[in-house]
């Protein structure tokens, strides 16, 4: 595998927890309640996700186990945010809050350790090889080799650009944000539909922080996410509301993160090379707005009253 | 005329306009405390007793007030700043970056310039810790104002950059030789504020903070400009329709913002750190963002919210140190507490709607 290969392929490595964590949040954009807590629910999954596999030492365990968890944490946010009408920009952060400080509350309380907690009984997820098409230049390591949960962030892309055209309950998702009236009148029931969208979003967050956790390190370090659930959460704005191009953001930031990690620091101090997936967001964010017209990027609405 | 025949009333008025955000309050610290005791227990220490420790290592004599106090004084300041934009409609996210370019200004002034006359040179660290911060936000409200660039998103990528930026140069360029890594040279004791209460790392910078604090509220509630801003904030259209430049607002109250973020910045290395290092203000910016929300971005509200998270922060230190339950409690607690208290008003109408179709089957049915 040359360095190219090694890139291309950890591109992909890289972009699998921005599009999973984005995937899950554009539902959340449908429905007008975008969940700015993305951080706080990766570095939970990631958290899970170590904490599930040492004490199961199974890594499909620890998936299913984590996304099931992220699922019900998915309601109590959906209920606070539809039924009790919290806002949902202040119980996003909130939540960031809450995990920074409670999984280092946690890892100190159940394992007594500070920083970061490793063990050889942690599996990490494997890595799925595709008989001959792995041997295909450039392209192989991209397509084999990968992590399961990245195949299935690509088969979530598809099912959803699909489900877009084609599925009732995309359709409510986004009839619930934008008109709940006529989601009432059509008989859909626009609580439900923005505690459904929660759910799934919690459910691939979760996910995308156990293949930061799992798929990429076979460890748990305090902040993992550093920022990643914000990169997501700004793919997921540029993309207004459309699948195919959240998965193109999702690459263009996964890219510049792989190209962040591999810069040789005789070319760039590590901190700029850092920078890198931020700058592409900002300098992203600055000609999205200076191109469009129309208020269309601003959809965080802090409001002050509850 | 009519202000004396109103006054007899004034009073029981004022204290009924008090009760409400007093039982906000009220419920939201008992949800917190009710959580302390759960977890306490849950760690197998007897809660009350804990919890009273705690509080005692926060409030117990002087040098635990002045203590707690030290440590909040510049979240105090960064929260206030974050409530200021907010109240002029601009939700400056970016108070952590504000604060690391002030805590870097202050630091590098407070280094590279002097000995100074103590005053001179305080005044020049918290003047370029302030300029820095206003101007790094200035610049993300102008790109609002002008070409309509979202500063929520903008403002928390900043975050990332900004503190990057601050490591490199903490690393880099601005290191201390003499030091492992990542800090920079210590400040000149001119650019230290004097200690008041011995033992503690409370300052004269608590006399800063007060000025701060009510130039602040006064700038943003009582002055003419304030109320372009609020303006500008609740209708923009009407501001606009009124005559107010609501560009020019945008950037002056994000300039505002970004000064105080920037001086709670410079007070972490003038107060007590002496220098900057890459973990000096890790958390806070987050925090004073939370204040600013459930503060509901009034300059009261936040200084209220801040002596609660102080105090709760510092008896988490002294939980523990008499039991070892982490520190981290203290995180936990405050997020579960603002969604408790923004929860709260839609939870009593849950509540009250339930009761009242309950009742409406009751009078059905006989």
């Given at each position: 595998?040359?360095?190219?290969?090694?890139?291309?392929?950890?591109?992909?490595?890289?972009?699998?927890?921005?599009?999973?964590?984005?995937?899950?949040?554009?539902?959340?954009r449908?429905?007008?309640?975008?969940?700015?807590?993305?951080?706080?629910?990766?570095?939970?999954?990631?958290?899970?996700?170590?904490?599930?596999?040492?004490?199961?030492?199974s890594?499909?365990v620890?998936?299913?186990?984590?996304?099931?968890?992220?699922?019900?944490?998915?309601?109590?946010?959906?209920?606070?945010?539809?039924?009790?009408?919290?806002?949902?920009?202040?119980?996003?952060t909130?939540?960031?809050?809450?995990?920074?400080?409670?999984?280092?509350?946690?890892?100190?309380?159940?394992?007594?350790?500070?920083?970061?907690?490793?063990?050889?009984?942690?599996?990490?997820?494997?890595?799925?090889?595709?008989?001959?098409?792995?041997?295909?230049?450039?392209?192989?390591?991209?397509?084999?080799?990968?992590?399961?949960l990245?195949?299935?962030?690509?088969?979530?892309?598809?099912?959803?650009?699909?489900?877009?055209?084609?599925?009732?309950i995309?359709?409510?998702?986004?009839?619930?944000?934008?008109?709940?009236?006529?989601?009432?009148?059509?008989?859909?029931?626009?609580?439900?539909?923005?505690?459904?969208?929660?759910?799934?979003?919690?459910?691939?967050?979760?996910?995308?922080?156990?293949?930061?956790?799992?798929?990429?390190?076979?460890?748990?370090?305090?902040?993992?996410?550093?920022?990643?659930?914000?990169?997501?959460?700004?793919?997921?704005?540029?993309?207004?509301?459309?699948?195919?191009?959240?998965?193109?953001?999702?690459?263009?930031?996964?890219?510049?993160?792989?190209?962040?990690?591999?810069?040789?620091?005789?070319?760039?101090?590590?901190?700029?090379?850092?920078?890198?997936?931020?700058?592409?967001?900002?300098?992203?964010?600055?000609?999205?707005?200076?191109?469009?017209?129309?208020?269309?990027?601003?959809?965080?609405?802090?409001?002050?009253?509850? | 005329?009519?202000?004396?025949?109103?006054?007899?009333?004034?009073?029981?008025?004022?204290?009924?306009?008090?009760?409400?955000?007093?039982?906000?309050?009220?419920?939201?610290?008992?949800?917190?405390?009710?959580?302390?005791?759960?977890?306490?227990?849950?760690?197998?220490?007897?809660?009350?007793?804990?919890?009273?420790?705690?509080?005692?290592?926060?409030?117990?004599?002087?040098?635990?007030?002045?203590?707690?106090?030290?440590w909040?004084?510049?979240?105090?300041?960064?929260?206030?700043?974050?409530?200021?934009?907010?109240r002029?409609?601009?939700?400056?996210i970016?108070?952590?970056g504000?604060?690391?370019?002030?805590?870097?200004?202050?630091?590098?002034?407070?280094?590279?310039?002097?000995?100074?006359?103590?005053?001179?040179?305080?005044?020049?660290?918290l003047?370029?810790?302030?300029?820095?911060?206003?101007?790094?936000?200035a610049?993300?409200?102008?790109?609002?104002?002008?070409?309509?660039?979202?500063?929520?998103?903008?403002?928390?990528?900043?975050?990332?950059?900004?503190?990057?930026l601050?490591?490199?140069?903490?690393?880099?360029?601005?290191?201390?030789?003499?030091?492992?890594?990542?800090?920079?040279?210590?400040v000149?004791?001119?650019?230290?504020?004097?200690?008041?209460?011995?033992?503690?790392?409370l300052?004269?910078?608590?006399?800063?903070?007060?000025?701060?604090?009510?130039?602040?509220?006064?700038?943003?509630?009582?002055?003419?400009?304030?109320?372009?801003?609020?303006?500008?904030?609740?209708?923009?259209?009407?501001?606009?329709?009124?005559?107010?430049d609501?560009?020019?607002?945008?950037?002056?109250?994000?300039a505002?913002?970004?000064?105080?973020?920037?001086?709670?910045?410079?007070?972490?290395v003038?107060?007590?750190?002496?220098?900057?290092?890459?973990?000096?203000?890790?958390?806070?910016?987050?925090?004073?963002?939370?204040?600013?929300?459930?503060?509901?971005?009034?300059?009261?509200?936040?200084?209220?919210?801040?002596?609660?998270?102080?105090?709760?922060?510092?008896?988490?230190?002294?939980?523990?140190?008499v039991?070892?339950?982490?520190?981290?409690?203290?995180?936990?607690?405050?997020a579960?507490?603002?969604?408790?208290?923004?929860?709260?008003?839609?939870?009593?109408?849950?509540?009250?709607?339930?009761?009242?179709r309950?009742?409406?089957?009751?009078?059905?049915?006989?």
């Open positions: 595998m040359n360095a190219i290969e090694a890139f291309l392929a950890s591109g992909i490595r890289f972009t699998t927890p921005i599009l999973l964590a984005g995937l899950g949040c554009l539902a959340t449908w429905t007008r309640d975008l969940n700015v807590g993305l951080e706080g629910v990766m570095l939970f999954g990631a958290f899970f996700g170590v904490v599930c596999g040492y004490r199961f030492e890594a499909a620890a998936i299913v186990l984590t996304s099931a968890l992220g699922a019900v944490a998915g309601l109590v946010f959906g209920i606070l945010v539809a039924t009790l009408r919290a806002n949902a920009f202040v119980v996003g909130a939540l960031n809050v809450l995990a920074a400080g409670a999984t280092v509350y946690l890892l100190r309380t159940w394992f007594g350790v500070k920083g970061s907690f490793g063990d050889e009984r942690i599996p990490s997820l494997p890595a799925v090889r595709w008989g001959v098409i792995g041997d295909i230049p450039l392209i192989g390591p991209v397509l084999s080799g990968q992590s399961p990245t195949y299935l962030s690509w088969l979530l892309v598809a099912g959803m650009a699909w489900a877009v055209r084609h599925t009732v995309v359709r409510h998702l986004k009839a619930g944000g934008e008109h709940p009236e006529a989601l009432r009148a059509a008989g859909g029931n626009v609580m439900r539909t923005r505690i459904i969208a929660q759910v799934w979003c919690f459910t691939l967050c979760a996910l995308a922080g156990v293949q930061l956790s799992l798929g990429q390190l076979t460890l748990f370090t305090e902040g993992m996410t550093s920022g990643l659930g914000f990169v997501a959460l700004a793919a997921v704005i540029f993309c207004r509301g459309n699948v195919l191009l959240l998965a193109v953001m999702s690459v263009a930031f996964g890219f510049s993160s792989a190209l962040s990690v591999r810069l040789n620091t005789a070319v760039m101090a590590p901190q700029f090379a850092q920078m890198l997936p931020y700058a592409v967001a900002l300098v992203g964010l600055i000609v999205l707005s200076r191109r469009s017209r129309t208020a269309d990027t601003r959809i965080l609405t802090p409001s002050q009253e509850n | 005329m009519t202000t004396l025949e109103t006054k007899p009333t004034a009073l029981p008025h004022r204290l009924a306009l008090l009760a409400r955000p007093v039982g906000r309050t009220g419920f939201a610290v008992l949800t917190g405390a009710l959580l302390a005791m759960g977890l306490i227990a849950l760690q197998g220490y007897a809660p009350m007793p804990t919890m009273l420790a705690g509080l005692r290592y926060a409030l117990g004599d002087a040098v635990a007030v002045s203590r707690t106090l030290a909040g004084l510049p979240l105090l300041v960064t929260a206030l700043g974050v409530a200021f934009a907010f002029a409609g601009m939700f400056n970016g108070a952590e504000q604060l690391y370019v002030g805590a870097m200004a202050a630091a590098i002034v407070g280094a590279y310039i002097g000995p100074l006359f103590a005053g001179l040179h305080l005044l020049l660290c003047a370029a810790a302030a300029l820095t911060g206003g101007a790094v936000a610049g993300l409200g102008w790109l609002r104002a002008h070409w309509g660039v979202d500063e929520v998103l903008s403002t928390l990528l900043s975050n990332y950059l900004l503190v990057l601050c490591t490199y140069l903490a690393n880099g360029p601005l290191r201390d030789p003499t030091r492992q890594s990542g800090s920079t040279r210590e000149h004791d001119s650019a230290m504020f004097p200690v008041i209460v011995d033992q503690t790392q300052t004269a910078g608590l006399y800063v903070v007060a000025a701060l604090v009510l130039a602040t509220w006064w700038l943003s509630e009582r002055s003419i400009a304030g109320y372009r801003w609020r303006m500008t904030g609740s209708s923009p259209g009407f501001a606009a329709a009124m005559g107010i609501i560009a020019r607002a945008r950037v002056t109250s994000m505002v913002s970004g000064a105080l973020c920037g001086l709670g910045g410079s007070l972490l003038t107060c007590s750190q002496g220098r900057f290092w890459t973990e000096i203000g890790t958390g806070i910016g987050w925090d004073a963002v939370l204040l600013a929300l459930v503060g509901r971005s009034r300059p009261i509200g936040v200084l209220a919210w801040a002596g609660v998270y102080c105090v709760l922060r510092a008896s988490a230190r002294g939980v523990e140190q039991t070892g339950i982490p520190s981290e409690l203290s995180s936990v607690l405050i579960v507490i603002i969604v408790a208290a923004v929860a709260r008003s839609g939870a009593i109408g849950l509540i009250t709607d339930w009761a009242r309950w009742r409406a089957v009751r009078e059905k049915q006989q």
